[in-house]
């Protein structure tokens, strides 16, 4: 009983999240991006994606029986030097992304839209707060509690299903050829970015790859 307590724990924090990340986005989000404009704007979106992604990974940990997860909180954010499957699966991402980038473009350039203020926001913000978050906690919890397999699935879906949201705010809105190709390629990053923590034992083989996967697709994209 004390098992399925916990899972509907977990889809009730879920469901909550996903609701709050959405008033996040239609309330502060959607007009920030409409009245500030470039530091301004990242900043406070930074501030705003800091507060409400790594507050709420810190409060679920909180409110949770350390017995409950796979990794301690303090482990988890021990780097893990000696994973080499970590080094090459970011040097084969690396050249994968830039080689599809140059196919693609007929050579590597920055795209037009990119801004320096992306750094930020792409390759600091969203890898730390989202692998804080998803399996920093969703994931490390599942892992106590399900298979590998199982709980590598179901985080990877969530995960997904996390940047519907911010879809659902983007104007002009995207096709839906974009939702599904956007909502694969999420669940497919995710479940990498839970693999390499699950064998690491580290929050920051994922994060790094994150970070890189990101910052690369909003520069050459």
Not at 22 to 34: G, T, Y
Request: contains cysteine; proline residues 4%; hydrophobic residues 55%.
């Amino acid at each position: 009983m004390a098992n399925t307590i916990s899972r509907k724990r977990l889809i009730f924090q879920f469901i909550f999240f996903w609701c709050l990340w959405l008033a996040v986005q239609v309330v502060i989000n959607v007009p920030v991006e409409h009245h500030l404009y470039g530091w301004p704007q990242e900043l406070t979106l930074d501030a705003v994606k800091l507060l409400v992604w790594c507050g709420g990974a810190w409060w679920f940990i909180r409110q949770a029986d350390s017995r409950s997860l796979a990794i301690t909180p303090a482990d988890q954010w021990r780097p893990n030097w000696s994973f080499r499957a970590g080094y090459w699966i970011w040097l084969v991402v690396v050249l994968y992304l830039l080689v599809q980038f140059y196919l693609s473009h007929h050579g590597l350039r920055f795209s037009r839209t990119f801004v320096p203020q992306y750094w930020g926001r792409y390759f600091i913000v969203v890898g730390v707060t989202e692998e804080f978050m998803f399996r920093g906690y969703f994931l490390n919890a599942l892992l106590k509690r399900v298979s590998f397999t199982r709980a590598n699935t179901l985080q990877a879906v969530a995960f997904a299903a996390m940047h519907i949201p911010r879809y659902l705010t983007t104007v002009p809105a995207m096709s839906p050829t974009a939702w599904i190709s956007n909502l694969v390629s999420v669940a497919v990053l995710g479940a990498l970015f839970g693999w390499l923590y699950a064998k690491s034992k580290s929050l920051w083989p994922g994060i790094i790859l994150h970070m890189t996967w990101d910052i690369l697709v909003t520069a050459f994209a």
